[in-house]
């Protein structure tokens, strides 16, 4: 089982070092994944630990985390220490990932809120400057319509004084002339 292991490592290098002879690889992480598969089934803890791992990679195989964790899981359970570390690693990266997007929807709540806050008071602010320029243009009104009665007023009693005075004139002409 430990020669599986050391060809898997092996791959892994060669894939790394000659992309020229990445299909012969290909070929050989299928058969590889075929052979680990079947030891897997056996019951092997460091099996189950490379195929885990393959599946978790997607050496051979389609990346399917769901099963690669089934696999690791497995070779835990036989005590394999490699697979309780990286199943304790793959819960905390879930935990961080939950705990991130727990984090995300709150800040887009918080955002959402103060978007909505910032837009009620929008609105509220330009109705009172409505209503504001309404009761100006009001107060404008009724003012020109005073200062209109003043400006008549104060031109009827001109005219009232100019005749009073006329009046006045005419009858206090001298009476000897």
Partial sequence: MSRYVVLLAF????????PARAAELS??????????LSLAKSGGADSQHGLAHMYEHGLGTKPDMEKATIWYAKAAEQGDVRAKKK???MGR???EAANAAKRAAEEARRRAKAESTAKARK???AKAAAKAKKQ???EAKLSAKKTKRSEEEIAKRRKAAAAALANQQKHSEDPFE
């Fill in 11 to 18: 791959l892994t290098l060669s894939l790394a070092y000659a």
């Fill in 27 to 36: 070929e050989a992480y299928v058969n590889l994944f075929k052979i680990q």
């Fill in 87 to 89: 199943l304790k690693d």
């Fill in 93 to 95: 990266a879930k935990q």
């Fill in 123 to 125: 609105a509220t602010e």
């Fill in 136 to 138: 100006a243009k009001k």
